[in-house]
Nanobody, 121 residues
């Protein structure tokens, strides 16, 4: 079993920055040998949207949604089982609940509870 806990959300003005963190705990093997770990976001009435993360298949790729690829950077600290999302030049349309997601090697999927990001002047 794996637990994911997000932090770092909050209110921010347009053009500002935030850095989200997601700390994983629990099954060490799952945390080290996952197929995917990354970030989704969701606004009311919408589906969760994949915005950034790490796929480990085929040598590994880093994914970014087109809407954020020039402004957001995803990174990870394997020793701390943590991934980060540095968000710069935030816009009102980035307002959402941001969720951490992990898909284990056995296809089990885990979610954090989310952290709210509100971009408003």
């Amino acid at each position: 079993q794996v637990q994911l806990v997000e932090s770092g959300g909050g209110p921010v003005q347009p053009g500002g920055s935030l850095k989200l963190s997601c700390v994983g705990s629990g099954n060490t093997f799952t945390l080290k040998a996952y197929n995917f770990m990354g970030w989704y976001r969701q606004t009311p009435g919408s589906e969760r949207e994949l915005i950034a993360g790490f796929f480990t298949a085929n040598g590994g790729t880093t994914h970014y949604h087109d809407s954020i690829k020039d402004r957001f950077t995803v990174s990870r600290d394997g020793a701390r089982n943590t991934i980060y999302l540095q968000m710069n030049d935030l816009k009102s349309e980035d307002t959402a609940v941001y969720f951490c997601n992990l898909i284990a090697a056995n296809k089990a999927e885990y979610w954090g509870r989310g952290t709210q990001v509100t971009v408003s002047s």
